[in-house]
């Protein structure tokens, strides 16, 4: 295993008699803008669940900078780590979801304050200093005492990225972070995403934004079925890809 982000290496997942992941292999680097994409039921959501061990992979290898996730090494045998310890890996890995799941009960600024209060036993002065930074940064400074109910769907997207941030990952994924928003709100999330990864941050992004994906994905990567069809320069994969499986999708995106 590499110290890459991510480095997965013939990842399996079944549910019952259905094979989702058929061995996918997939290494993101530092930085670097990964963007995930391919028909409904073809294992995005599975794959990215798996990454923070939300799922137990059945075979294959998933390591975060370098660390199993899930798992430690004890000789050659791999032993599942407690709830507890893979609870401490998961605080590296921020998740951004298509319904934004935010806490309806409080504000804005208390759905990014409230991990690093509860989970990282932070000052709620430093806490409250830290979400009203984020919230700044996600546009929503003049938001911060807002319900999720008095927000646009789009507002409630950025307090879900800044509520991921707040707990300062290594590595965000974003599941279909745009799809359920009207098509005027959806400029706004992937700008806070495009500034997200001009800063640095290493990004495992589900979308179907195609023009998000090929100028800011550093490798786009077509899923078919629950394996990896292609993967490469988004620049050439949403563009003029080789197989025939992506140029059918891609018809049916565009
Ligand atoms: N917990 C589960 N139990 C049983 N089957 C599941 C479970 N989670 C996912 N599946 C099945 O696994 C397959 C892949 O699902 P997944 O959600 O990963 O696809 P996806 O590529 O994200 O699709 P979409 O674009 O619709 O979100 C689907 O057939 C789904 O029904
Ligand atoms: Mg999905």
Known sequence: ?????????????????????KGIDLMVERGQVCCLLGPSGSGKSTFLRCINHLEKIDAGLLAVEGDLVGYRRHGNKLLELREREVAERRRDIGMVFQRFNLFPHMTALGNVMEAPLSVAGVSRSQAREDAERLLAQVGLADRAGHYPAELSGGQQQRVAIARALAM?????????????????????????????????????????????????????VFMDEGVVIEAGDPRRVLVDPEHERTRAFLSKVL
């Not at 991510?6 to 992941?21: D, M």
């Open 1 to 21: 295993m590499t110290t890459a982000m991510l480095h997965a290496q013939g990842v399996r997942k079944h549910f019952g008699k259905l094979e989702v992941l």
């Open 168 to 220: 300062k990952p290594k590595l965000m994924l974003f599941d279909e972070p745009t799809s359920a928003l009207d098509p005027e709100l959806v400029g706004d999330v992937l700008d806070v995403m495009r500034r997200l990864a001009a800063d640095g941050m290493t990004m495992i992004v589900v979308t179907h934004e195609i023009g998000f994906a090929r100028e800011v994905g550093d490798t786009a």
